[in-house]
Nanobody
C-alpha cells in the first residue's frame, strides 16, 4: 500500500497564496505521476494539476496562470503553489499518486484531503 500525507491547507484571504504539500510513502516501486484534485460539496472530484515522472504537467483551466505544481522524484513529494486565490477556490484538496507497487502492479492512491477556505 501507498500512503499520502498532505499539509498546507487552511484559511487564506482572497488574492492570497497557499502552498499544499504531499509526501508518498509505503510500497513504492516507481511513481508514475502525482497530482492534486479538489472537490466541492456535492460535486465530483476534479483535477487541479498533475505532474508525471518525466516532468510533464497538466493544469486545469481554473489553475492555469496562477498555480505551479512541482515534485521531487527522490523524495516522492509533490507541491502545489496557488496564487490569486478566490472564494471559488474553497474546497477540499486531495493529493493523488499513480504508482507501481511492484514491477507489474500499479494503483491510484489518495490522501485524506485538506480543507482550503478562501475568505476575508
Amino acid at each position: 500500500q501507498v500512503q499520502l500525507v498532505e499539509s498546507g491547507g487552511g484559511l487564506a484571504q482572497p488574492g492570497g497564496s497557499l502552498t499544499l504539500s504531499c509526501k508518498a510513502s509505503g510500497s513504492i516501486f516507481r511513481v508514475i505521476a502525482m497530482a492534486w484534485y479538489r472537490q466541492f460539496p456535492g460535486k465530483e472530484r476534479e483535477l487541479v494539476a498533475s505532474i508525471n515522472a518525466g516532468g510533464g504537467i497538466i493544469y486545469a483551466d481554473s489553475a492555469k496562470g496562477r498555480s505551479t505544481i512541482s515534485r521531487s522524484n527522490a523524495e516522492n513529494t509533490v507541491t502545489l503553489q496557488m496564487n490569486s486565490l478566490a472564494p471559488e477556490d474553497t474546497a477540499v484538496y486531495y493529493c493523488n499518486t499513480r504508482t507501481y507497487t511492484t514491477p507489474f502492479e500499479w494503483g491510484d492512491y489518495w490522501g485524506q484531503g485538506t480543507q482550503v477556505t478562501i475568505s476575508s
